[in-house]
């Protein structure tokens, strides 16, 4: 529970919350606390005043013992001086603390108005007020107030009581907020460790439905996302595999088939020739797919070595159509190569591959007598090499697919027309790796153009 994130949330709030509540509360609680006893203090001196204003008019003993019973019965003390200090009378019995007050008051001190002289409301037994009795300018005594500090602390305490509850109720609150505060953020994050764990362990279609749309939300989206990836990508994986069986399968049973014909003891010796040539035949081929399907495995793992020099881009084409003129030679297919002088960062061995890869196709679906060309551009920064072809077109519902491994658009594995559908796939891949790009744009009926684009080696000129 302790290593719960929930847990480790909550407690980080709960302490800096309380931390501020604490401090606030402090100041707050001090304040308040301070304008109580101000209140208290000023509420006194005021009463004495009072007592004062009466008896500056009534200066006579009736008035004075009047006050003086007043104040017996009410919670606080009155002492009344003459202008000697000498006691003229007093609501309760008088005290040493008073004592001590009346004694040392020194009269120059004190204002018209009152003081209070005595504040130590925490210390002492009474706090203490000072009105002096002014009559036609002569200084005539003291009315002094007494208020028990106990008066004060009582007030004060009551205010330390509302303030515990508040702070308990405040602190309970925090604790509830928080709770469901960090539930709601470490709920998701269990929710999508689950799916994750889900996942992880070969289950696909993790939904986590989420209307959330801060950073939680997006994670879970993420989540999502991934586990509709994983299964595409094992659904894909699973196509493959069974393609390449089904590639496998197809020329392994030719080969069995010729090879118990030639087994027949009435097998003619030219027959056995023409059979044994097919069987070489879908052996290459075999060898051919195994090899292309080990590059693309290759790829894949990003074991992939490019070995970039700098290649004069017509020299290298030149040397490629030398290559393969004979078997284009043999459909009759007409070859054109228009090239401007250009180099260009390239593995060449690679990008031989790819271009054989290309013309290859052009020439299987070229028709005889029919023309092949090669077109080498350039702009500021791009180097463009077209191949374009006469030949039969590829149907437009086929175009987005005739880069995917494996696909071919003549369904039927004919002898003649040969390919794995392996080609583009691995030519992709090259130019991708050279950080360039391919493109086929195709019309059926009418022909065919591949387009690469690569990046120009700066150092041209
Ligand atoms: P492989 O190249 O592995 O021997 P392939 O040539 O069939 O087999 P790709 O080179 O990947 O496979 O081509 C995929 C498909 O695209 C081909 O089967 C073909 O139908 C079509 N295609 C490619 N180039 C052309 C082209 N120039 N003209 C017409 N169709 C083409
Ligand atoms: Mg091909």
Redesign the pocket.
């Known amino acids: 529970m302790f290593n719960k994130l929930s847990f480790k949330i909550g407690l980080l709030f709960f302490v800096f919350i309380l931390i501020i509540e604490t401090f606030l509360f402090f100041i707050l609680y001090a304040n308040l606390a301070n304008d109580r006893i101000e209140e208290v203090m000023n509420s006194l001196l005021a009463r004495g005043n009072t007592h004062r204003d009466v008896l500056e008019d009534h200066f006579d003993q009736p008035t004075l013992e009047h006050v003086g019973i007043m104040e017996s019965a009410s919670e606080f003390i009155v002492i009344i001086t003459d202008e000697y200090g000498d006691i003229i009378i007093s609501s309760d019995p008088v005290e040493d603390d008073m004592m001590d007050v009346v004694k040392y008051v020194n009269n120059d001190e004190i204002p018209t108005e009152g003081k209070i002289v005595d504040d130590q409301w925490n210390e002492g037994k009474y706090i203490a007020t000072d009105s002096p009795i002014t009559i036609n300018g002569e200084h005539k005594g003291h009315v002094f107030m007494f208020a028990k500090t106990s008066y004060v602390i009582k007030t004060v305490d009551k205010l330390s009581n509302q303030f515990l509850i508040a702070s308990l109720v405040t602190v309970v609150l925090t604790i509830v907020t928080i709770f469901i505060l960090s539930r709601f953020i470490a709920h998701p994050l269990i929710k999508m460790k689950e799916a994750t764990e889900q996942l992880s362990k070969g289950k696909h279609n993790v939904e986590l439905h989420t209307e959330r749309k801060d950073e939680l939300g997006e994670l879970a989206n993420s989540i999502s996302k991934l586990s509709k990836d994983l299964k595409e990508l094992k659904m894909a994986r699973n196509e493959f595999l069974a393609s390449v069986a089904h590639e496998l399968r197809t020329p392994l049973t030719y080969i069995k088939g010729y090879a118990d014909i030639i087994n027949r003891p009435d097998t003619s010796e030219e027959e056995i020739k023409e059979y044994v040539n097919i069987i070489r035949e879908e052996t290459e081929q075999l060898t ?2 195994i090899k ?1 399907l080990f590059q693309l495995a290759k790829i894949d793992h990003n074991n992939f070595l490019i070995r970039r020099e700098r290649v004069e881009i017509c020299e290298f084409l030149q040397n490629i159509v030398e290559r393969i003129r004979p078997a284009l030679a043999e459909k009759e297919v007409l070859l054109y190569v228009n090239c401007s002088k250009v180099a260009a960062l390239i593995d060449p061995e690679r990008f031989q591959q790819v271009l054989i ?2 013309l ?7 028709y005889e007598g029919s023309k092949i060309l090669i077109k080498v551009e350039q702009t500021d920064q791009h180097i463009i090499i077209t ?1 374009i ?1 006469e ?4 149907p437009e519902q ?1 175009l987005p ?10 369904k039927s594995r004919s002898r003649k ?11 992709k891949e090259i130019v991708e790796f050279h950080g360039g790009s391919i493109e ?1 744009e ?1 019309k059926l009926g009418e ?4 387009i690469i684009t690569l990046a120009r080696d700066d150092q041209n000129e």
């Open positions: 051919i797919l292309n890869n290309v290859d196709n052009a020439k299987k679906h070229s191949t072809d030949g039969e077109g590829i086929d697919y005739i880069f995917d491994r494996l696909y071919r658009v003549e027309s040969g390919g794995a559908g392996l080609g583009l796939a691995i030519t086929v195709s022909g065919t153009s591949v």
